[in-house]
């Protein structure tokens, strides 16, 4: 199992929001929300980030206030493939920042195949298929089990004034990040796919027992 190591603000020193565009009302399936885009600079790579939030002011005075922090998932997000709980966790994060009248989703696009990007993750996919967990998987490719920086989160959780949340999550590197980086992660609520189909239990195990993933031992 990986073990994760905290940041550190030495090394957030390196990220730049260098563009933004913020409170761009839209309404979709689960209701009414701002979004807003970031330009964010680290270490001479420049990438883009989302957020999507609701009633922030509101619910300021009197946090904690939900968090999502989301990494990019296209083959689930878009074509709704069933190799993963992606979209059940977006989706159900989205019904509970609506049904709690308040709340923040970080979306990351650059986070995709947990960092290592498209082909790695397609790459992934066809050696799963032939027993590998994802971590082995990963490894046989060599890359790293998860790529993804959480910092990105951190700099623009910052940039919004949020420090005291309930964060959406089964996976402990993401309360570490913000813990480290002095977010106060109140409550921790999981987000546990109801499903029988053996691919994506098969998945979830693997988040488990390779990435320690916060899930029941039963499942
Ligand atoms: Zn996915």
Redesign the pocket.
Known sequence: MILYEAYSEEEIRHYAILEKVTDVPIRNRYGEFLMAAFRISCHGLITEHLALYKDLNSNMPKPPLPVRIN?A?V???VFG?Y?????WQLDESLRYIESSGAGFLVYHPTHEGRGSGLVA?LKSYDLMDNGLSTAQAFRSLGLVEDNRQFLFSVVILREFGITNVELLTNNPQKIRALQSMGIVVEKVIPLVMPTQDPQILKYLRSKRDDMGHLFPGDL
Do not use: A, E, L
């Open positions: 990494s998932c083959t689930g997000d493939c190799r993963c709980d992606c979209k993750k």
